[in-house]
């Protein structure tokens, strides 16, 4: 099934319903709505590209990013939503990588993009992106639950971002447990799209369609706590996805206000791990308004969820230890842990955690290699690292690889250590995370100068910020004669982590 029949039904069967917002405008309805991404079908079509062909989206968040998204869906494409935060260049190589026929950007993205790449590129905010969703609407192509819909690219540890295969078979499973295990969905909610469209927040936009719900996107694009809390009270019943990092902005903020978070039906937070006075702060002030979910590209956002009773409810005995918990498997999944040799460990023993269903990848994009080491006789390995108890909640330790989540964003420290390599004052580096008070954490390089070089962090500064996203600059470098290592060479970033946190 093409994960855009859903909106097709609920323009038939509430086509009035107010779908598409700008804070409180409301832009489009359910049937302009399905109207506009029809026509964007034919359009796409007419340029020629065909069912299976993959369509960027580089954007900002936007109502029209949910235009595109259906418009490619419906006519059997794929879209590749890309992080707007990310360099040209890291855009670029997704683009070739995916093999592209098209890009939809945003106008302030499209002249960096333009640098890059000489591919079609139409402004997702301009008169031309308005006119192709004009016009006789292209009707739904037929799509088998295992055809691609959405190529999600994380990076990867080699510094190489692989895509994740998301398809339409996927993103119903995915849909379907969000009533079940995180939150109903009602037709006068409005989904608040915060955080960006192109990760989580994207990815619950079908069951909001399904349920014929608002998309509500904030005018400023992005997130400010304030106006999250401004929205909520005006055109609540909201419900939106958070990374940690925000939801203690949006906790301060209202504490600041005086604000106890009118409107908010729904917070749901995972991407990274939450510090526990920062929920609890955020329940004694809010009230019982969260759900945790835990998931990765590979499982997206349905691996499993913490409920809202088992977030609040303090006479539970076991309220603690659940709350540092991420829950219990999702309903279209089952979750194991194994150690080393992949045997299955009981309750309480650590391990890897591992995970099978419906909305698990079936491999990364044109990367044989990369698949075969993630996904072993049926389960999806997850590298992270974690022990379930005996009531199946599921608790997480640590990753296994050693991504740094900062402000709710994976960074890879291989990547940022590959292109600091790069530069000649350098002789070896690692990078590692550092305990953050505002964004979780954040990136740190260990430098050992070339021969005859000093440590020049100006020089070192530019180097990244000439051909990287920023919020993956180093916040701070430190010189160090060697680096530790273990006898096979590898160096060993539990001792580099363990120094930052005596020098605190
Ligand atoms: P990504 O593929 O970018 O979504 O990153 C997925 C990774 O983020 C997971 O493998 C976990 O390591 C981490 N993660 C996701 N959700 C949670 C959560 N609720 N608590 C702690 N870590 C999480």
Redesign the pocket.
């Known amino acids: 099934m093409n994960i855009a029949h859903w909106l097709a039904r609920t323009a038939r069967s509430s086509g009035g319903n107010p779908a598409l917002m700008r804070g409180g405008q409301v832009l489009a309805d359910y049937a302009t709505f399905h109207a506009r991404a029809g026509a964007l079908a034919r359009s796409l079509t007419e340029q020629g590209i065909a069912p299976d062909d993959r369509v960027a989206l580089f954007a900002t968040n936007s109502p029209d990013y949910l235009v595109a998204l259906y418009g490619i869906w419906i006519m059997g494409a794929a879209a590749v939503p890309i992080n707007a935060k990310l360099h040209p260049r890291e855009a670029h190589f997704i683009v070739q990588n995916s093999g592209s026929a098209h890009v939809l950007a945003s106008t302030d993205l499209i002249a960096g993009l333009r640098a890059e790449s000489t591919l079609p590129v139409t402004a997702l905010d301009g008169p031309d992106f308005a006119a192709m969703t004009i016009g006789p609407a292209a009707p739904i192509c037929d799509r088998a639950p295992g055809d691609l819909a959405w190529l999600f690219y994380?990076s990867g540890t080699t510094g190489r971002p692989k895509g994740v295969q998301i398809t339409h078979g996927m993103l119903a499973a995915t849909s379907l447990c969000y009533p079940m295990d995180v939150d109903p969905v009602a037709c006068d909610d409005a989904a608040l799209y915060a955080a960006p469209m192109s990760h989580g927040a994207g990815l619950y936009a079908p069951i909001h369609v399904r349920m014929g719900a608002r998309h509500m996107v904030p005018p400023s694009g992005g997130f400010d706590p304030a106006e999250v809390l401004a929205l909520s009270a005006a055109h609540g019943p909201t419900s939106l996805f958070m990374a940690p990092t925000m939801l203690k902005r949006v906790t301060d903020a209202a504490k600041a206000a005086g604000q106890r978070g009118a409107g908010i039906k729904t917070i749901i937070y995972?991407?990274?791990?939450?510090y526990r006075a920062d929920i609890e702060a955020a329940v004694d002030w809010f009230g019982p308004r969260f759900v945790?979910?835990?998931?990765?590209?590979?499982c997206p956002m349905a691996i499993t969820a913490l409920a809202r009773a088992d977030i609040a409810d303090r006479t539970q005995p076991r309220w603690r230890e659940r709350l540092a918990s991420?829950g219990r498997a999702q309903s279209a999944v089952e979750i194991a842990v194994v150690d080393a040799t992949g045997q299955p460990l009981a309750a309480g023993q650590t391990g890897e955690i591992m995970v099978r269903g419906a909305p698990v990848m079936p491999g990364y994009w044109q990367n044989p290699e990369a698949t075969a080491r993630t996904l072993r006789d049926g389960w999806l390995m997850?590298?992270?690292i974690g022990h379930l108890d005996a009531d199946g909640y599921l608790t997480?330790v640590d990753?296994s690889k050693d991504?740094i989540?900062s402000g709710g964003t994976?960074i890879y420290p291989r990547e940022i250590e590959e292109l600091l390599l790069t530069h000649p004052s350098v002789d070896a580096v690692a990078v590692v995370g550092r305990p953050s008070a505002d964004w979780g954490e954040e990136v740190v390089a260990f430098i050992v100068p070339a021969p005859g070089a000093g440590l020049d962090t100006a020089a070192l500064d530019a180097h990244i910020l000439a051909q990287m996203a920023r919020f993956k600059r180093p916040k701070a470098y430190i010189q160090i004669a060697d680096l530790p290592r273990n006898n096979y060479g590898k160096v060993l970033k539990t001792v580099l982590r363990q120094q930052l946190e005596e020098m605190r």
């Open positions: 994380t995972g991407g990274g791990p939450m945790q979910i835990y998931g990765q590209g590979e991420v997850t590298g992270d997480l990753r991504v989540i994976n």
